[in-house]
């Protein structure tokens, strides 16, 4: 028979995780809408990296060299950016930790290729923060220049087509 399976990875897997997939399955005899890998997208659709504690270090390229240190842990190893869970929002130890808020990086033990890395080592194919450091008025002056060039533009081209202007006068008065 053709059995759908259904994944829930992780090191243990959260025991949310477990329940939550088959109470899914037994109220609405059904199985959970699955990623790729048929993980349930309830619980492993999310990016830990889009809700890290620590991102603004990320996005300001400040990163740590010990597990001490403030900073983004991607250069001692953490596996945030490629790692899909909730583990930020539901966290574990009954809501009270998870690997980052206790100092420790994501190793991404909800991915397939968990253990396939090193897990206290940098991923070499994980780009190192952009340094976006742009600041609300920064970004409304490139995205108000951006609007004004638009409009510029838009309406060079009404002149030049003759829509608007002294062609469009000189239409008006041959008729």
Excluded at 27 to 56: A, S, V
Excluded at 135 to 162: C, E, R, W
Excluded at 166 to 174: S, T
Aim: with cysteine; charged share 20%; glycine share 12%.
């Amino acid at each position: 028979k053709n059995v759908p399976i259904i994944n829930v990875p992780g090191c243990p897997p959260h025991p949310d995780w477990m329940v939550g997939t088959i109470a899914h399955v037994l109220l609405y005899n059904d199985i959970p809408e699955l990623d790729t890998f048929g993980r349930p997208k309830m619980f492993f659709e999310n990016i830990i990296h889009d809700n890290c504690p620590r991102r603004q270090y990320f996005d300001n390229a400040i990163f740590a060299k010990n597990f001490s240190e403030p900073g983004c842990l991607l250069e001692i190893g953490c596996k945030g950016p490629i790692a899909h869970c909730d583990a930020t929002t539901r966290l574990w130890n009954g809501g009270v930790n998870w690997c980052i808020k206790s100092g420790a990086p994501c190793i991404a033990c909800t991915e397939p290729e968990f253990p396939g890395w090193p897990m206290y080592e940098r991923m070499p194919s994980m780009p190192v923060g952009s340094a976006i450091t742009a600041t609300a008025d920064q970004v409304g002056l490139v995205v108000g220049g951006a609007a004004v060039v638009g409009i510029a533009g838009h309406l060079a081209g009404n002149v030049l087509t003759g829509r608007i202007g002294p062609k469009k006068a000189e239409k008006e008065g041959d008729e």
